[in-house]
């Protein structure tokens, strides 16, 4: 299962609403989790299940979506949330997949 | 505290062989799946290999499949991948990776990765 995520990067502002989508090429129910990824660091993850916000993550994050297209929002862009950001389902566990990654910059 | 130490990488020529350990602590070891993630430098994550908690699923990136073996001794909270046939796009950071349940569901704790260079 192919993930598709766009786009690839993104100039924003802090305080800005920035929202990354990530599309599968087959129907992966809500098996879709996102990781935040910042320079020099393992990744993290911070959405699970499509819409599952993970502990500790700030509410500004939210996930959504279902079968083929989901959506990262974060609502109001910090500076600490500038970093690559990655899709990846677990519906095939045969093979799972991850996004390419949005690049998440400072404007 | 969970804690994931990868070890055992480094420069191999192409076609040779290395084998990756991870050691696990900070948590119950056999009641979670575990995986390999590879990340080239300045590059996406690829997911390698995966685990179930009891060994009986093991799982491949078809880019490896046939190359590459992964284990795990629950009695030793450790994974192993076995890398065979190496070849310069085998070039990366390898992450031992914690699921977050016995079988996939997610990559819930990362360790912090050992690079495997593979180069004439």
């Known amino acids: 299962i192919r993930m598709t995520q766009s786009p690839s990067s993104l100039s924003a502002s802090v305080g800005d609403r920035v929202t990354i989508t990530c599309r599968a090429s087959?129907?992966?129910?809500?098996?879709v989790n996102w990781y935040q990824q910042k320079p020099g660091r393992a990744p993290k993850v911070i959405i699970s299940?499509?819409?599952t916000l993970q502990s500790g993550v700030p509410s500004r994050f939210s996930g959504s979506g279902s079968e083929t297209d989901f959506t990262l929002t974060i609502s109001s862009l910090q500076p600490e949330d500038f970093a690559t950001y990655y899709c990846q389902q677990s519906y095939s566990t045969v093979a799972l997949t991850f996004g390419g990654g949005t690049k998440v910059e400072i404007k | 505290e969970v804690q994931l130490v990868e070890s055992g990488g480094g420069l191999v020529q192409p076609g040779g062989s290395l084998r990756l350990s991870c050691a696990a602590s900070?948590?119950?070891?056999?009641?979670?799946?575990m995986h390999w993630v590879r990340q080239v430098p300045g590059k996406g994550l690829e997911w390698v290999s995966g685990i179930t908690w009891n060994s009986e699923n093991k799982d491949y990136a078809d880019s490896v499949r046939g190359r590459f073996t992964i284990s795990r001794d629950n009695a030793r909270s450790s994974l192993d991948l076995q890398m065979n046939g190496l070849t310069t796009e085998d070039t990366a950071f390898y992450y031992c990776v914690k699921d977050s349940r016995s079988w996939y569901v997610q990559f819930d704790f990362w360790g912090q990765g050992v690079m495997v260079t593979v180069s004439s």
């Open positions: 299940a499509a819409s």
């Open positions: 900070g948590f119950i070891f056999d009641d979670y799946a």
């Open positions: 087959h129907n992966v129910k809500s098996y």
